[in-house]
């Protein structure tokens, strides 16, 4: 059995769609320059996206077509080898419009992986912003104002293809950053953006984070019912005759 990556983007809706499609389309492409088969989709409940609304693309890569095949058999992932954030106030937590709750924006990453985010911040801000990890993980910080366009509008400032680089530095297993750059130049036709890749590639630095690190609030959960336990259709109960609703939390 082959190995099986997984990259998420985390993103506004809307405002960053076209940046997060360019970002997963790109490491699939990538991938491919390499002999390795991939496919990127964006999260289905997200789906239609609200302005700024958080929303979330993935992009699937393996090293055969099986291993491919099994990682796509799951609705998404549940680990990924990379976290993507474009936006840095996104790391005290996210909250899309069919969630339940604020969820860790480093809800996702393995042990030993890498959360990207664009920001000018300093890793330690960061690292405090997000709700700790059992496990250290390993943050990596694209320098850069968080890139906000439309819908039908794109800032082209390079946002995309800096990223890109920044995989190639903390994920050479998925791709090199020769392949970035000849995906670059076959799909953007521009030498410009390569080099902004191979920048970015040079200049990235990394940050462990270790598990005393960052906010200690427990995060929102929530139990999901059995099969069993589900009702047909979808019913809410009435209240009582005579009685008041019960508060969720504390049952009184």
């Keep these: 059995m082959g190995r ?5 983007i985390v993103y506004r809706g809307i405002f ?9 389309r790109a490491i699939v492409l990538a991938a491919h320059k390499e002999g390795k088969p991939g496919i990127s989709f964006g999260r289905y409940g997200d789906s239609p996206e609200r302005n700024g609304i958080p929303a979330k693309a993935f992009a699937i890569v393996a090293t ?4 491919l095949e099994e990682g796509m058999a799951k609705y998404e992932p549940q680990e990924v080898d990379i976290s993507i954030c474009v936006d840095d106030t996104l790391f005290k937590g996210v909250e899309s419009w069919a969630w339940y709750g604020l969820q860790p924006i480093n809800k996702l990453v393995k042990p030993g992986g890498t959360l990207i985010v664009t920001s000018f911040e300093s890793p330690e801000v960061l690292a405090d912003m997000a709700h700790r990890k ?26 995309d293809v800096r990223i890109l ?11 090199s950053l020769a392949s970035v750059q000849e995906t670059i130049r076959d799909e953007w036709h521009d030498e410009l953006k390569a080099s902004s890749a191979q920048r970015s590639f040079e200049r990235l630095q990394t940050y462990t984070v270790q598990p005393t690190q ?3 609030e427990e995060p929102y959960k929530f139990t999901m019912p059995k099969w069993t336990e589900m009702r047909e259709g979808i019913a809410i ?16």
């Design 4 to 8: 099986l990556f997984a990259v998420e």
């Design 16 to 24: 960053q769609k076209t940046l997060a499609k360019n970002i997963s």
């Design 64 to 67: 055969d077509d099986i291993t």
């Design 134 to 159: 059992a496990a250290p993980y390993n943050l990596a910080i694209v320098k850069g104002t968080p890139s906000f366009s439309g819908l039908w509008v794109y800032k082209d400032d390079h946002s």
């Design 165 to 175: 680089g920044a995989i190639a530095k903390v994920l050479p297993e998925l791709f």
């Design 214 to 216: 960052g906010n200690p």
């Design 237 to 252: 109960p009435a209240i009582p005759v005579g009685h008041k609703i019960a508060d969720p939390i504390t049952g009184k």
